[in-house]
């Protein structure tokens, strides 16, 4: 009783430690394309770059793990997994990052862990409450009334842009969800990144920036890099696996208001009522609709993954 106890205090501090990796990637996203009156690395850059620099050193973990190849039958889920998290998502938010601020984004890329879940009830045929389903709804409601305000009165590109980084990675999630429970969640990203570098690591060196860019950029790009697209995920997978998905993934639900209070010192950006009110509506939809009952098929992954970064 006191081993397992002592897993799951070291599952729930290394999922917290995930989700902390995984909130500043919003703000340092931001940081690295810079906005639209003062560009800084292209999105397209930094969505190969992220993809290409994290590809070589997963090559490394894989071969000092002596990490089996996929099958065959597995190549299908990644790249659509690799499609969702590795080049929809990035490239979707920096292009999204390049018209609004961090605050803006971290509010409507709050919905995530319930459209991820939608997807998954879709794709492993699960049965989730009305209850849920009226949560979901509710959630995109929010998320779609914050936009308005703050478009006054309609919504910009820039949301419809963070709309498909939400559909993008919740697919790429649920496909990353069946393949976590044929091999090692660790080595589901490290294959998804190590096969794309046929692509990623050309379109990093043909989009490298010939205009000089600011080290605090670089910086930004450093970092999600090495944290958002690869060490962020080693955390949450071994939080997920020593304390338990059901437990663990509930400390996700901070994510949207840590990336709230990151965007302040790393970017000057100002919190004002509006933005908190609605991120704390949307935190509190969130936890009410993961906590509605589902029926779950016998693939119980979705809940590993549909809470990630």
Not at 46 to 75: H, K, W
Not at 173 to 188: I, P
Not at 234 to 254: D, E, I, K, N, P
Not at 256 to 266: G, K, T
Request: hydrophobic fraction near 55%.
């Amino acid at each position: 009783m006191n081993a397992a106890r002592h897993d799951e205090t070291r599952g729930l501090w290394l999922g917290l430690l995930g989700v902390v990796m995984f909130a500043m990637t919003l703000p340092m996203t931001r940081l690295a394309v810079g906005p639209l009156e003062d560009p800084q690395l292209a999105p397209g850059f930094v969505t190969a770059g992220r993809a290409a620099i994290a590809g070589l050193l997963s090559i490394v973990y894989l071969r000092v793990t002596r990490a089996p190849r996929p099958a065959s039958r597995q190549l299908p889920a990644l790249a659509v997994c690799a499609v969702g998290t590795v080049v929809g998502f990035p490239l979707f938010l920096g292009l999204a990052l390049r018209r609004v601020d961090a605050s803006h984004a971290a509010v409507i890329t709050g919905v995530l862990p319930l459209a991820t879940a939608a997807v998954a009830a879709l794709h492993f045929r699960q049965r989730p409450s009305l209850g849920f389903w009226a949560c979901a709804v509710l959630g995109c409601a929010l998320v779609l009334g914050y936009a308005s305000i703050r478009g006054q009165g309609r919504l910009a590109a820039a949301d419809g842009l963070l709309l498909l980084a939400i559909l993008s990675t919740s697919i790429g999630y649920v496909a990353g969800a069946a393949l976590a429970t044929q091999m090692k969640a660790e080595q589901v990203i490290c294959w998804v990144l190590a096969l794309c570098l046929p692509l990623t690591l050309p379109a990093m060196l043909a989009s490298w920036p010939a205009a000089p860019v600011r080290w605090a950029s670089w910086g930004g790009f450093a970092y999600v890099t090495l944290f958002s697209m690869w060490l962020g995920f080693f955390a949450w997978y071994r939080g997920l696996a020593l304390g338990g998905a059901v437990r663990v993934s509930q400390v996700q639900l901070v994510q949207p208001f840590l990336s709230l209070l990151f965007a302040v010192p790393v970017l000057g950006e100002r919190l004002d009522a509006v933005t908190v009110g609605f991120a704390l509506a949307v935190i509190a939809t969130v936890f009410v609709g993961r906590s509605m009952p589902a029926q779950r098929a016998s693939v119980a992954a979705p809940a590993r993954v549909a809470t990630e970064r």
